[in-house]
Antibody, heavy 117, light 107 residues
């Protein structure tokens, strides 16, 4: 069955960077993309972008461009999200999901990133 | 950028009742690119409906979607206890975006 397993929670200081991983299994990794969506405490969902599992092409949300990088390692079927220049309002649960034609049909369990001095 | 508005913000209903949730887009969008997700506390979202009216795999037929242009609706025909959750619409065109959500809670 399709599974997406994310890395453990992180606590970071303002200005630091964080890298979250998402290991996929149960489907051909290169046949789908991986999307990243975040959710601040008590808030709604924010689409961050996606990366093609085949080409590695990316599309990022405009408000995050310059601070975000999405990558993949096809040898381990793992996707990575790196966010730089962390601010307190980056505190959120970060979700990865299997992405096809704009839809996310399977989701990881989420990774809480806390930004605090 | 397309902005999605959802109403009401909260819907208080009893099990067995019908729920009608609205999603309005700031400009006309293709129904092909409109989806609905359900999220329960502490859980990841779950895809319910895509292309405005197509149920995702395993979604019960009490969930239905409709609409076109700028106005879309998610209907839950008879609320089950497990349906009390937050529901988000999503436009997944060139720059995907989510609506702010509608919380369906127990009256």
């Amino acid at each position: 069955q399709v599974q997406l397993v994310q890395s453990a929670a992180e606590v970071k200081k303002p200005g630091a960077s964080v890298k979250v991983s998402c290991e996929a299994s149960g489907y051909p990794f290169i046949s789908y993309g991986i999307s990243w969506v975040r959710q601040a405490p008590g808030q709604g969902l924010e689409w961050m972008g996606w990366i093609s599992g085949y080409h590695g092409n990316t599309q990022y949300a405009k408000r995050l461009q310059g601070r975000v990088t999405m990558t993949t390692d096809t040898s381990t079927s793992t996707a990575y999200l790196e966010l730089r220049g962390l601010r307190s309002d980056d505190t959120a649960v970060y979700y990865c999901g299997r992405y096809e034609s704009g839809l996310v049909d399977f989701w990881g369990q989420g990774t809480l990133v806390t930004v605090s001095s | 950028e397309i902005v999605l508005t959802q109403s009401p913000g909260t819907l208080s209903l009893s099990p067995g009742e019908r729920a009608t949730l609205s999603c309005r887009a700031s400009q006309t969008i293709s129904s092909t690119y409109l989806a609905w997700y359900q999220q329960k506390p502490g859980q990841a979202p779950r895809l319910l409906i895509y292309a405005a009216s197509t149920r995702a795999t395993g979604i019960p037929d009490r969930f239905s979607g409709s609409g076109s242009g700028t106005d879309f609706t998610l209907t839950i025909s008879r609320l089950e206890p497990e349906d009390f959750a937050v529901y988000y619409c999503q436009h997944f065109g060139n720059s995907p975006t989510f609506g702010p959500g509608t919380k369906v809670d127990i009256k």
